[in-house]
């Protein structure tokens, strides 16, 4: 049974409802939690949502801007949703009046379209009992074939427009795609523009991560050839250093050492410290110059450039123009789609995410009418930028310094608990936030909870020597929980004001650790689960928070799961403008970048440039 179905504009305005007499009587406000969790974070390109006991799914009318909202039980698999917001979709556009705001005339056609709906529901069912294929003719002229389709953006890949789901689907919408894919191949002639591809088949600009042209350019100029070996090296170039021969005699001479920890005891490790003392990046503004954006529109504009000339921007010569007055199709954005999806995968973007991306772009601007002769390109390219500044900016905001001086009014210290996989760099980053903490005079307690790892408590106590700030250590092979509420406890005691709590690094699919790490986080409900990933994984980012998150969900023994709340991006130095890491995690997780390592000096910690980001994502 369907609980209740919602139009409602992009402002926020109720138009109808289809149980009105109750309201919001829905338990837990699922489209509330829809609008916060999927429509403003531009994922629309999901097929459904779910909340508590509840599945949505959703339509949108970009030309009108409303937004259709249907709710039902999770385990009740109503066939008929996506051809009733079809055709609700369709008939209440017909009727809508923006400077009406009350459509209580509306009830009896939406009681009319969903018995509609549930016939044909039924029929489809009895047809595929008996064994025959449905009728390709009958219920889709004009208006029926779009509620059969269900192509009005609810955001089901592969331009299938919206029927059918993973979990929610049958046989029956699995046969409502078949036709839907021959009718438009019969009116358009072929759905090649709707099947996503790569290479130049479809005249998409070759634009792919792997270049064997680049490649081989790279081997020509990185590598000699056999006469420049034979030649040697040419002038102003440094020779190779030459490795050392070993000495043999009784008496050799004495190399000089590598550990000079012990040789500066106290008296050394207050000069090393004066060393490391600066202003970390954390604190420091950074500022967008916008000179050489303008200098590659300018290099793009010139015509007849000769070969050698930089190449033209990857938008600058695509795509058709389309007159006033004319809405957008799918099949009008598709070429653009491609190339930017392309584009952000060679920006290190996962795959799954730039793909729903696209889509979810491909869903807002599906029936907006353009201006005259504006470039469908650049219109793409807006969206796009819309949808990722809203992904990559917070939704809600999370002060550190601000909760520290909450927590120590409270009389208890603030807990940070770091979590990620092996060898991303925890620790490092761990000593790098303590470091910023004491800039603003907060005191701060390392808690070593890696009893795991061979020297990884020297690590910490390492890092706590050279930022002279108190440990808590219990050694190896004890239970991480036991040893951070200790900790906790013993910082509660010695009035500290943050305690950075380092666990082990492990694999998202070691069940083990994760059940170890769930009942660090269940029994000492840290104030902040900061995730460390690295800025070089690509697809790996969305398996890794994915599962972090899913596990931490299931081991939890408590009814609120604690799930990660904030990310840490490190080796941010490295990746140059491969920055599709952070909008991956993002994306997949719902959290912030709170900090981005892009160095290995304690200073080397800072924001993350929202607009940076985009900008060389999109460049």
């Excluded at 009319?112 to 009958?138: D, I, T």
């Excluded at 529109?297 to 600058?316: H, R, S």
């Excluded at 990746?575 to 912030?592: C, E, H, N, R, T």
């Excluded at 160095?599 to 994502?617: E, H, P, R, W």
């Amino acid at each position: 049974m369907l609980e209740q179905l919602l139009i409602f504009t992009r402002g926020g305005l109720v138009l109808w409802s289809s149980c009105r007499a109750i309201g919001n009587a829905l338990k837990g406000s699922p489209i509330d939690a829809l609008i916060r969790s999927c429509l403003l974070e531009e994922r629309s390109a999901d097929s459904s949502f779910s909340h508590e006991s509840y599945t949505l799914k959703w339509a949108f009318h970009n030309e009108l801007g409303l937004v259709f909202v249907a709710v039902y039980q999770r385990i009740l698999h109503l066939l008929y949703v996506d051809d009733l917001l079809s055709s609700v979709r369709r008939e209440f556009s017909a009727v809508y009046d923006p400077k009406r705001t009350v459509y209580n005339d509306f009830d009896e056609t939406f009681r009319q379209l969903q018995m509609e709906a549930e016939a044909r529901v039924e029929e489809m069912k009895k047809l595929k009992q008996s064994g025959r294929a449905p009728p390709v003719q009958s219920k889709k002229g004009g208006a029926g074939q779009r509620a059969l389709t269900g192509s009005q953006g609810n955001g089901t890949k592969k331009g299938s427009g919206g029927g059918s789901t993973k979990d929610d689907s049958d046989g029956d919408t699995g046969n409502g795609r078949l036709v839907s894919n021959g009718v438009e191949n019969g009116a358009k002639g072929s759905n090649k523009s709707r099947v996503p591809s790569k290479g130049k088949e479809n005249g998409a600009p070759d634009t792919g991560a792997f270049d064997v042209n680049k490649l081989m350019m790279r081997s020509k100029t990185g590598k000699k050839s056999d006469d420049d070996k034979k030649a040697g090296p040419t002038k102003g170039q440094p020779k190779k250093a030459v490795k050392k021969k070993r000495v043999w005699d009784d008496a050799p001479k004495e190399e000089p050492k590598l550990d000079f920890t012990d040789e500066k005891g106290d008296e050394g490790m207050e000069r090393e410290v004066a060393v490391i003392r600066g202003e970390s990046m954390m604190d420091k503004e950074e500022v967008i110059s916008s000179e050489s954006e303008g200098e590659e529109e300018d290099e793009d504009e010139v015509e007849g450039a000769k070969p050698g000339a930089k190449k033209k921007g990857w938008f600058a010569s695509m795509f058709k123009s389309i007159a006033g007055n004319n809405s957008l199709e799918k099949a009008d954005l598709q070429p653009a789609l491609r190339a930017l999806k392309d584009r952000l995968m060679t920006k290190n973007v996962a795959e799954e995410i730039a793909e729903k991306l696209c889509e979810s772009v491909a869903n807002s601007l599906e029936g907006k009418k353009l201006g005259s002769f504006t470039r469908i390109s650049s219109t793409v390219q807006t969206a796009m930028e819309e949808a990722l500044l809203r992904i990559l900016t917070p939704r809600r905001s999370i002060d550190i310094l601000r909760d520290v001086h909450a927590a120590k009014e409270q009389g208890r210290p603030y807990v940070v608990v770091f979590v990620g996989v092996n060898g991303v760099g925890k620790s490092t980053n761990l000593a790098k936030v303590a470091y910023w903490l004491l800039q603003h005079d907060v005191s701060v307690t390392l808690a070593a909870c890696d009893t795991f790892r061979s020297g990884a408590v020297e690590q910490l106590r390492t890092h706590a020597r050279r930022l002279q700030i108190p440990i808590f250590e219990k050694g190896y092979e004890k239970d991480p929980a036991i040893v951070a509420k200790e900790a906790i406890q013993d910082a509660a005691r010695n009035k500290s004001d943050v305690v950075l709590v380092d666990t082990a690094g492990r694999m998202q699919d070691n069940e083990p650790l994760m059940r170890a790490l769930s009942k660090l986080i269940n029994l000492n409900n840290p104030d902040l689960v900061l995730f460390v990933g690295e800025a070089l994984v690509g697809n790996d980012a969305v398996d890794q928070l994915s599962k972090f998150n899913q596990k931490l969900a299931d081991l939890s023994t408590v009814a609120n799961a604690r799930l990660i709340d904030g990310i840490l991006l490190t080796k941010f130095d490295t990746i140059d403008d491969k920055v599709g890491a952070a909008l991956s995690m993002v994306y997949i997780s719902g959290a912030p970048v709170m900090f981005v390592g892009c160095g290995q000096s304690y200073t080397d910690l800072k924001k993350l440039n929202v607009k940076s980001i985009v900008k060389t994502l999109l460049k």
